[in-house]
């Protein structure tokens, strides 16, 4: 069993950035791809950004491009979400998802067997 704790949420003013962590109760965790998801209210789950076990691979949604950062620390059993020049629309829950994986990232939601509970982010104008 894998457990995922998110932390780093929080409120923000527009323009800010902020880093979001995921930490994992997992042996090997480097043998783990990880995705940041993101849900804001009556939305659909949606991918942030994603990397592979070893970091080599990293995935962006096209419309973060450019202002978000992911990376890991397998030493730490973590990965981060960095954010920068933050707004409104980037309010939402931010989830950390994780899947037994040598290879590769995966960018949708039924790709991830394990889920943290989510951190509020909440980006005012």
């Known amino acids: 069993q894998v457990q995922l704790v998110e932390s780093g949420g929080g409120l923000v003013q527009a323009g800010d950035s902020q880093t979001l962590s995921c930490a994992a109760s997992?042996?090997?965790?480097?043998?783990?791809?990880v995705g940041w998801f993101r849900q804001a209210p009556g939305k659909d789950r949606e991918i942030v950004a994603a990397?592979?076990?070893?970091?080599?691979?990293?995935y962006y949604q096209d419309s973060m491009r450019g202002r978000v950062t992911i990376s890991r620390d397998n030493a730490k059993n973590s990965v981060y979400l960095q954010m920068d020049t933050l707004d409104p629309g980037d309010t939402a829950v931010y989830y950390c998802?994780?899947?037994?994986?040598?290879?590769?990232?995966?960018?949708?939601?039924?790709?991830?067997?394990?889920w943290g509970h989510g951190t509020q982010v909440t980006v005012s104008s």
């Open positions: 998802a994780a899947r037994r994986s040598f290879l590769g990232y995966y960018t949708a939601v039924s790709d991830y067997d394990y």
């Open positions: 997992v042996r090997a965790f480097g043998t783990y791809a």
């Open positions: 990397i592979s076990g070893n970091g080599d691979l990293k």
